[in-house]
Structures are given as C-alpha cells and as structure tokens.
C-alpha cells in the first residue's frame, strides 16, 4: 500500500515539475528565438549596407561598373548585388543590394546621379591665400574646397561642405566652428577638369552655335535671341537661339567675351583660350538675368552656365557702378571670378548672384576696412536650389556619380 | 491498531504535510516565476518591436522615392527636442513626403495599468489622430549629434546641423508580480539616415 503511495506521489510529482519546466523552457525558447530573430535581422541589414558601400565605392572608382555580384559569402551570411539604369537619357543609376542571413533578407536600394559642378553654391581648388570663412559668409548651397577650410567665427554653410583638406580654425573649435546645416566631411578630393572647356567645341560643332576667329565676341542675350557683335562699334546681328544653338551651348573659341542681358530657355556659354592667358575670359558688362525668375516663379524653366577657360570678371564700366545682377551657375576652370580692377574701382554695390560660382582661384571683388567697403562690390550671394536637380547644357561634370536616395 | 502503525500513520501525516507544503510553495513559486518570465519575454519582445520600428522609421528620415521633388534632404527634420522629433519621408514611396511624429505621452494615460512609469509612444503619421499602443516603454530619450560628432542642445533650435542621432529607450512589464517589474534598455548609439548625408 505505501509503496503504492509512494510511486503516485512520485509521479505526480514528477508530472507537476515537467509541466512547470516545459513551460519554463518555452518561455527560454521564445526569448532566445526573439533575441536571434532580432541579431539575424540587423546582420542581414548590415550585409545589404555593406553590399551597398561596397558598390557604391566600385561606381565612385569606375563609373562603367555595371557587374554587380550574386552570393557572394560575406560576415556568416550572402550578399548579391544588381545594377540598374533606370533612365539611359539622364544616365541614372539604381544599385539593389540584398543581404541575407539564416533566412532574413534585408534589402537596400540606392540611387545615383552623375555629378556636374553646377551643382556647387561655392567651389574652389584655391582659396587663393590665406583667406577666412567668417561670421558674415553664408553659403546656401553645397560648398567644396580642395583647399584648407579657414573658419573664423562660426560661418554658416546651408548645402554639404566638403573639404579635400581640413578644416582649420582662426583660434578655436568654440570660437569658430562652422555651422553646417548639410553636414561635413573632409578628405574628399574632387579636382576640376583639365580640358573642360575646350572640350565643348566639339558638342557645339555638332548642334551648338560657336563663334571663331575674333579677338572678342559681344554678346546679349535677348529672350529667345541672341545679339551679337566683334566689335564694340559695330551693330548687332541676331540668332533665334532655338533654331541656332538647339542644345544649348554657345561656344566661343580663343577669345574673349563680353556679354549681358535676359536669357530665356537653357544656355551654356562656353569660352576657350588656346593657351593665351587674355583670352578664354568672359566680361559681365551689365546685368544678365532669366527671364522669368525662379525666386517669384519657380516653375521657371531658365538656366544659365558661364564658362570661361581662365576668368569671369565683372566689367568696370558704369552699368556696374550701381549693383550686378546674375543669374547662372559661373564656372572658371583656370581662373577665378571676380571684379575688374577690384582694388581701384570706385564702390559698386552688390553683387546679386542667384547661382553658383565654380572656380579655380578664389579672386577678390572688392576692398574692405573697419568702416566697410573701400571698393568695389559686396556680395549677396544666393543659391539657385534648381541646381541641386538641374544643370545648365553640358555644364562640366565632375566624371563620376552621386548618391541623390538611399532607402533601406 | 499497534504503535507501529500509529507511528506510521503520524510518520505519514507529516511527510504528506511537507509535502503538502513543498507542493504549495512550489506553486506559490511556480506562478510567481511564470509571471515574471511571461512578463520578460513580452518585455523583450516589446523592446525588439518598438526597435525595429524606430530603426525602420528612423533610418529613412529624407528619402523620397522621386529624389528630385526632395532634393535637400537636410531639411528633412523639422523639430527635434529630447523625447520628440518631426521629420518627413515618403513613408508610403508614392514621391509624396510624409511627415512623422514621435512623442513620448504622460504617465497619466496609462493609469489602467499597475506599472506607475509605463508610458504611450506616440507616432503619427501626416495628420492622424495620435492613437495609442502600450509597449509599456517607460523613457524615449533622444540625443543629436552635428557633423563633427559634437551633441546638440535641445531642443535643437537648428534642425539641419543634425547629422546623427542617439535613440535610447527603456521599457519595462506594464504589470507584475509583486510589483516586481522587470525592465529592459535598447540604445542605437549612432543612427545615421543616409540620406541626410546625401548631394
């Protein structure tokens, strides 16, 4: 009878603990499968990220990369790659990265862009001396220097800056530091193109407009027309631009150029040297501005691209002696731009830019003391935000491509 | 009946009363550790939810599907304070931003609950009416970080100089046993939204 007794309250027992651990042990279960659903998850997305830099770094190196990969084993998990032109015409470009890891697949997709200069508020290979960003200066657009960035007083800069360089301090980190309101990185090296410039002859040869054998090309954009002269006395004759130059680019080779007035449509301009230092360089004689005004109607459709081989300066004569007015994205691949006889010029005004200016070397557009301009013009720079997705006809690239969306 | 059986019989009477005790205790023991257990796990599976949720929101803040209708993702963050931001992505990748809120609610909402310290986070989409899951999270603490690594001020009065983001947030079992609560703390030290970064 006892041992009976004894065999029913062991196994009773023994069937009370069983229940308790089974459901201690499940609970165990599912908490781990919860922390290794968790960990496999954010592997899985670590490998598509990697996947993603990876080819991001192959398109940055060789923009033609187009391969991709497929299973490839990578951090215990695969990774595949596919490269995808989504529009031929604009060349762009879509990566879709996947990366799994013991049955999560994360997927992340990125987007590229090829990058031009006129998507620049401010860029320059030179700062051209010793030259500091101060507590006046305000950058609305995106900023590159291959120079040193000289920071004094916590300028502010609106677009991403970046600097080949560093960034460099007037006294301190505190007394100074940039606000960037588009973040910041430095070490990235983005030199101008060598022949840019003179490249366009052959775009302009095959349905531009080009200008050749003149010292110098006086040139006013009038609407949909274009008045043009070789010299100062004579009269003007006219092209109807969109039957003259219907992609857009007007080139004029080995000379100088003077040039004003209301550009109506998409135009580039382009000025060569032929290696002589007088020439290749764009004057700004008088106000030259969009027809319709992106600031009061941003459905404008108007841009404008100023490229000179050496300089782009502005004019002193007397149109400049009260304010400029420019609308256009100024690209200098030799020189600089800046204001005539910057130091000797009597005060001029602002400078209203509604653009972007691309340089070479920095150049000076007027002369400052404690009392404020002694010369030339102040600036009033503002950045045209169409060129963050829209650039002038065959404005220079930068050869290679831009991450425009992530998504993951 | 002899002394021996009564001696068995009293031998019995207290063993089975221990047992009777044991039995109890482990009981008493038994419910109160599958409370707590049942309580951890849904604690850590709530963790891991509002985890992926925020790392699912948060890493998109500025893209848009259509890059050229949003094409200065800095702006992409409209308010940040330390247990509530505003930003806009196109959530649903119809080229439309979207604008979503998260906010920490008040302890008060959740008096229905035995936890004291449970709290509602919040997150809106557009103009939604706020509604209202309890994830028994207890603090969502926020933290920004410019270009140069250096924490911002909140409320960040200069919405673009963020360029990084510290989420932390702690949950705890909205009831327990004993009042026992256990809690659990999630941190991503340094999200970065790409496409902040972008152009």
């Not at chain 1, 007794?5 to 069937?15: E, M, N």
């Not at chain 1, 770094?57 to 990578?74: A, E, K, M, Q, R």
């Not at chain 2, 047992?19 to 409370?35: C, E, F, H, P, V």
């Not at chain 2, 850590?44 to 890059?67: M, P």
Request: aromatic share 12%.
């Amino acid at each position: 009878m006892s041992g009976k007794a004894t065999l029913l309250l062991i196994v009773g027992f023994s069937l009370i603990f069983l229940v308790v651990s089974k459901n201690f042990g499940d609970v165990s279960n599912r908490a781990v499968d919860n922390f290794v659903n968790y960990y496999s998850e954010t592997v899985s997305h670590d490998i598509a990220i990697s996947g993603a830099n990876i080819a991001a770094n192959n398109i940055f190196l060789d923009p033609t990369w187009n391969s991709g990969y497929s299973n490839v084993p990578f951090q215990g998990g695969y990774l595949d790659v596919q490269l995808q032109v989504l529009d031929p015409f604009r060349n762009i470009r879509e990566v879709t990265v996947q990366g799994t890891f013991y049955g999560n697949t994360s997927t992340v997709k990125v987007k590229f862009a090829p990058s031009k200069f006129s998507k620049f508020a401010y860029y320059s290979v030179s700062e051209g001396g010793t030259i500091w960003w101060t507590q006046s200066d305000t950058v609305w657009g995106p900023f590159h220097t291959q120079d040193y960035f000289r920071a004094h007083k916590h300028p502010v800069f609106y677009g991403k800056a970046t600097t080949k360089r560093s960034l460099i301090y007037y006294t301190s980190e505190a007394a100074d530091k940039p606000l960037f309101l588009g973040g910041y990185d430095q070490g990235i090296d983005l030199p101008l193109p060598a022949n840019a410039v003179s490249e366009m002859e052959v775009i302009a040869d095959d349905d531009g407009l080009k200008f050749s054998g003149h010292d110098t090309v006086y040139i006013t954009f009038a609407g949909d027309s274009l008045r043009y002269r070789y010299r100062y006395s004579d009269p003007d004759s006219s092209y109807y631009l969109p039957t003259a130059a219907p992609n857009g680019l007007i080139f004029a080779k080995n000379c100088v150029v003077r040039m004003k007035g209301t550009v109506k449509g998409q135009y580039t301009i382009g000025c060569s040297s032929g290696m002589s230092a007088g020439k290749g360089t764009i004057y700004l004689d008088n106000d030259i501005v969009f027809h319709t005004d992106p600031r009061i109607d941003p459905t404008s459709n108007d841009l404008l691209g100023i490229c000179a081989e050496n300089n782009v300066y502005i004019t002193d004569n007397i149109p400049n002696r009260s304010d400029i007015n420019i609308h256009g994205s100024i690209y200098c691949e030799k020189g600089g731009f800046g204001a005539q006889n910057y130091s000797t010029r009597p005060i001029s005004g602002n400078i209203n830019l509604l653009g972007g200016i691309i340089q070479n070397t920095r150049k000076a557009v007027g002369t400052f003391g404690s009392s404020g301009i002694k010369s030339g013009f102040a600036k009033r720079y503002k950045y045209d935000e169409r060129l963050m997705v829209a650039s002038p006809p065959f404005f220079p690239g930068t050869g290679g491509f831009e991450i425009v969306s992530w998504y993951e | 009946m002899g002394f021996s059986t009564m001696l068995d019989i009293m031998g019995s009477i207290i063993i089975g009363g221990i047992l009777m005790m044991i039995t109890w205790r482990l009981s008493d023991a038994a419910t109160a550790k599958t409370y707590n257990n049942s309580g951890e796990l849904s604690l850590q599976q709530n963790l891991a939810t509002v985890a992926q949720i925020l790392e699912h929101d948060f890493r998109k803040i500025g893209y848009c599907s259509d890059w050229t209708k949003f094409p200065d993702p800095s702006k992409a963050i409209i308010y940040a304070d330390t247990s509530e931001i505003i930003y806009v992505t196109d959530l649903d990748l119809d080229a439309d931003m979207d604008s979503i809120r998260y906010y920490l609610g008040p302890t008060s909402e959740l008096y229905g609950t035995p936890n004291p310290r449970d709290r509602v986070l919040y997150r809106v989409i557009n103009q939604e009416t706020p509604k209202p899951s309890n994830l028994g999270v207890t603090a969502f603490k926020l933290a920004y970080f410019d270009a140069s690594g250096d924490e911002i001020p909140t409320p960040v009065t200069v919405p673009g100089l963020i360029a990084s983001l510290e989420i932390n947030v702690a949950v705890e079992t909205v009831a327990a046993y004993d009042t026992a609560y256990s809690s659990a703390f999630w941190r991503q030290i340094r999200l970065v939204a790409r496409n902040l970064r972008n152009r």
